[in-house]
């Protein structure tokens, strides 16, 4: 039987990824960014072009997508670390790391001479990663930092036109101004190609979602939910988690993300106006919601949550702009016009 990975001979780290505060101007206003470090001449210093890329799309983009950028940045630098002594021209350099990352550095006998030990990735992993990388590297191109880009625009061969070509039609097949046919940008994208080709991912049969079962949803909260300690408690408000159970009963039966609750305050949950038995809960934008309308700033009502917890919070900011653990996504974009939330369909079953 063969030996596993020897992880521990993995390359010394040459970076580290940390979170920074950025001031872009002489107002009070911060930004969080992650930030790579770099030894250089014996100190760390900030990559520079990376920490300005995140800055210019810091508001169009999320925390995820910096993290994921950060990652295969680092990936790379790791890769070039680790091949010194080869000299890749950049379009070499990076077919070589893109292959590194699908099919892993390790040997069949186990072994791996540049210390790295990456295992083979998934298509659907590495081909985003890839394609955010390549992004990157035409924005230095563009930006005078470097001089050729890893993944250069080349001119497309005749079968990726077509297969380009057909995948603008099905797309242009439920738009509704598909009668306009193809404009100028498009007709242009079908005739550029990437120099380096993302591996075709496979195309899954459609199956059934995955739902938590129908069948533990009762013990899950009568049993999942009772306090350390409290087990013999004869009183129930002591003896259960009650917001833990009012958070699974959302994800359950609202439909909501697992990162959406985190964005709920006290006020958004109310009795529903219509139906007195059942709670009417407002998921906010963590941005763009409305504040509570029982506070104001010299008179002014506070446009939104962000501005509300500025004025009376500012150590506390909108959950989806945080960092670390206090960090929690919100994607949804289908939300009610007069408030800027989400309501879910939640009705809590008789047998509950």
């Known amino acids: 039987m063969a030996n596993s990975p020897r992880l521990t001979e993995s390359v010394a780290v040459s970076h580290v990824r940390v979170w920074t505060r950025i001031k872009a101007s002489n107002s009070g206003s911060m930004k969080y960014l992650p930030v790579i470090l770099i030894e250089v001449d014996g100190k760390l210093k900030a990559l520079e072009p990376l920490l300005r890329y995140l800055n210019e799309h810091s508001e169009s983009h999320t925390h995820s997508w910096m993290l994921k950028l950060c990652e295969i940045v680092g990936l790379l630098i790791d890769y070039i670390d680790a091949n010194k002594d080869v000299h890749f021209k950049p379009v070499s350099l990076f077919r070589e790391?893109?292959?590194?990352?699908?099919?892993?550095?390790?040997?069949?006998?186990?072994?791996?001479?540049?210390?790295?030990?990456?295992?083979?990735?998934r298509t659907a992993t590495v081909n985003p990663k890839i394609a955010m990388l390549s992004n990157f590297s035409q924005w230095m191109v563009n930006n005078g930092y470097v001089s050729e880009a890893l993944n250069p625009w080349v001119p497309a061969t005749t079968t990726e036109q077509r297969f380009k070509y057909l995948a603008w039609c099905k797309k242009n097949d439920e738009s509704f101004l598909k009668h306009l046919g193809p404009s100028r940008k498009a007709s242009a994208a079908v005739e550029e190609a990437r120099s380096i080709k993302l591996r075709r991912p496979i195309v899954p049969v459609v199956s059934t979602p995955k739902v938590f079962p129908a069948s533990f949803e009762v013990a899950l909260l009568r049993q999942g939910f009772v306090r350390h300690g409290k087990e013999d408690s004869l009183d129930p408000y002591e003896k259960y988690d009650w917001r833990g159970i009012c958070v699974a009963m959302l994800l359950l039966y609202g439909g909501r993300r697992l990162s959406e609750p985190f964005h709920l305050w006290i006020g958004d949950v109310i009795e529903n106006p219509n139906e007195s038995d059942q709670a009417y809960v407002r998921i906010f934008h963590p941005v763009e919601g409305s504040a509570p309308v029982d506070r104001k700033i010299n008179g002014r009502l506070l446009p939104n949550r962000q501005a509300y917890l500025k004025a009376f919070y500012p150590k506390y900011p909108p959950r989806n702009l945080g960092v670390g653990n206090y960090q929690a996504g919100f994607k949804s974009r289908c939300l009610i016009k007069n408030g800027n939330y989400l309501v879910g369909p939640a009705k809590v079953r008789k047998r509950l």
């Open 97 to 121: 790391f893109a292959r590194a990352l699908y099919n892993g550095t390790i040997s069949e006998n186990n072994l791996d001479p540049s210390g790295l030990y990456w295992i083979p990735s």
